[in-house]
């Protein structure tokens, strides 16, 4: 082993007791990838971007929000939004509460109005971590009002989606939401409004085929899933496997399906610049 | 009335036995002249499209087009659409409201076609341009699933003035066997799923997702004739503007949430 390896080896291990010092309550999560172990403090530090092998984590709507927007900037909109649990689907209330109590939301999407560098959007996100981000009546509803917010004060309007699509448990009503979505979007569009759809990993299904692929400007970060159909299922259509890379947001512009890749740290800055050419 | 299980009508609806696009089309229409392609890739021929008389309203059709023999299925893909077949349906929804033809769409597909290469041209995209535009289209619209109406790719068609379904018809977010691999791990247990999706003309029109339900049977044709033709009367003399914040009122009502 050369001397500097040592060194480098030393230093790493005297972080993680400087950090199990100053962190030594926080809970520790591993990246998937790699399996290096960090508080959840150093995840969120890092935008949820592993500091070993830079894999990209989920972000939690309010650590996104906090990223992407000036300090303090963010006020949150129709926070009391919840499904009825339409089917009255056997077992969805309590997984309904088990999510609340995960999250901390009432449903998948977080709402609000904030600033970017002094320029005030409307913005949304949607967190992979309340039923992976899956659409339903509380969802669809918050979009369609976020979109309409964004009509009446002419902001532009900004949707960070990470979803499994279409919310199974709401049945045929969710499935309505992307009609509902795509409408509220198109007329937002016909007045003039500026629609920036933001893909992360995964945006599939009914998102994907509905307002996340309306946008005027369509950015999405390194290495998302974007698809109609998952993987899984194309698989067992066709019987065979799918190439390295297919359906992930590289291969979607290659294909001429988005309009950039952005890395998550650039994202604010990204979202500043079109917007300064917006005004 | 409600003796059939809701998966005995999923069955039903699937039977290949079941009027096609082509029955349709002849029995309810003249002059069926059909259209192909949608000037950008290929022509799908799990869609079919074109311009006919009703009456005497000059009218564009489209429709799912499954087929009824293997070999006829094998060809039409199943009634199971790519980016292409979507594609050529809205440039046919653009000709419709350029020359102010009210539009009249059939829906019978097992969903849109989850392949590579419908993945590779754009699937998501193409199905959220025709949410789009069809939302937003200055000129009737009139969906009927008369089969299998299965998720986006039924939808895809269906942002109408009007959402009819016949007596024997499903419409679901997802094939119920999907529906039940994904939530049940168990595609067998389809049936149950079926159950619980509400999936059934009857169900849909309860909770007032589709506006009509069309009878089967030997008067089917006839009372669809007619239901069309009020309809489209009573569509074709509203003005634009209304006519476009009636259809979105219709979908952005479509909630079920505590406020
Ligand atoms: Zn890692």
Known sequence: ?279 | MQTMSSYEKVQLARSKDRPGIYDYIRTLFDGFIEFHGDRLYRDDPSIVGGIAMFHDIPVTVIGHHKGKTTEEQIAYNFGMTSPEGYRKARRLMVQAEKFGRPVITFIDTPGAYPGMEAESNGQSNAIAENLAFMSAMQTPSIAIITGEGSSGGALALAVSDRVWMLENAVYSILSPEGFASILYKDAKRASEASDAMKLTAQDLKQFGLIDAIIPEGKKMFLALDSMLLRELNRLMKMNKTALVETRYQKFREIDHMND
């Open chain 1, 1 to 279: 082993m050369l001397l500097n390896d040592i060194f480098s080896q030393r230093k790493i291990m005297w972080d993680r007791m400087a950090q199990k010092r100053k962190r030594g309550q926080e809970k520790v999560k591993a990246c998937p990838k790699c399996k290096t172990e960090y508080y959840s403090g150093e995840w969120k530090e890092n935008q949820y971007i592993c500091p070993t092998c830079h894999a990209y984590m989920p972000v939690p709507a309010k650590e996104r929000m906090a990223n992407i927007l000036d300090e303090n900037s963010f006020k949150e909109l129709f926070p009391q939004i919840s499904t009825k649990d339409p089917l009255d689907f056997d077992g969805y209330e309590e997984k309904l509460q088990s999510n609340r109590k995960k999250t901390g939301m009432q449903d998948a999407f977080l709402a609000g109005s904030g600033k970017i560098n002094n320029q005030k959007v409307a913005i949304g996100v949607l967190d992979g971590r309340f039923l992976m981000g899956s659409m339903g009546t509380a969802v669809g509803e918050k979009i369609v009002r976020l979109t309409e917010y964004a009509k009446k004060k002419n902001l532009p309007l900004i949707i960070f989606s990470a979803s499994g699509g279409a919310r199974m448990q709401e049945g045929l009503f969710s499935l309505m939401q992307m009609a509902k979505t795509a409408a509220a979007i198109e007329q937002f569009k016909r007045k003039g409004g500026l629609f920036i759809s933001c893909l992360t990993n995964p945006t599939t299904g009914g998102v994907s085929a509905s307002y996340a692929s309306l946008g005027d400007i369509i950015l999405a970060e390194p290495g998302a899933l974007i698809c109609f159909a998952g993987p899984r299922v194309i698989e067992q259509t066709i019987g065979q496997t799918l190439p390295e890379g297919f359906q992930r947001a590289e291969f979607l512009l290659e294909h001429g399906m988005i309009d950039c890749i952005v890395e998550r740290k650039d994202f604010r800055d990204t979202l500043s610049s079109i917007l300064q050419m917006h005004l």
